[in-house]
């Protein structure tokens, strides 16, 4: 059973960073997508990064590329979500999901409705 737990939320000001991670367990040696996602109030979840376990590719949204970066380490299980220049529009509930074993390599893009693992979310507070 696999199993997801992030942490890592706050409130910071427009400008500052913060670092997510997600506690993953429960995986097989296989191929996975692991992604990030977010959800504002009112809004509907959308997708933020992902990272393919097999070959450490990673893709992003536009709103964060170039601010976000993942990077995983192995021995801990754990996925992480390096945040940097955040703004308000930033704020938002982050989710960490996941979905597998894979047969074929995919681009780790979501959708939200593919995604067959979720944490249960860390909130993230960009405010001045």
């Known amino acids: 059973q696999v199993q997801l737990a992030e942490s890592g939320g706050g409130s910071v000001q427009p400008g500052g960073s913060l670092r997510l991670s997600c506690a993953a367990s429960?995986?097989?040696?296989?191929?996975?997508?692991i992604a990030w996602f977010r959800q504002a109030p009112g809004k509907e979840r959308e997708w933020v990064a992902g990272?393919?376990?097999?070959?450490?590719?990673?893709w992003y949204a536009d709103s964060v590329r170039g601010r976000f970066t993942l990077s995983q380490d192995n021995a801990k299980n754990t996925l992480y979500l390096q945040m940097n220049s955040l703004k308000p529009e930033d704020t938002a509930m982050y989710y960490c999901?996941?979905?597998?074993?894979?047969?074929?390599?995919?681009?780790?893009?979501?959708?939200?409705?593919?995604?067959?693992?979720w944490g249960k979310g860390t909130q993230v507070t960009i405010s001045s």
């Open positions: 999901a996941a979905r597998g074993p894979l047969s074929i390599a995919i681009q780790c893009r979501g959708p939200v409705g593919a995604m067959t693992y």
């Open positions: 429960g995986f097989s040696d296989s191929r996975y997508c």
């Open positions: 990272i393919s376990t097999s070959t450490l590719t990673t």
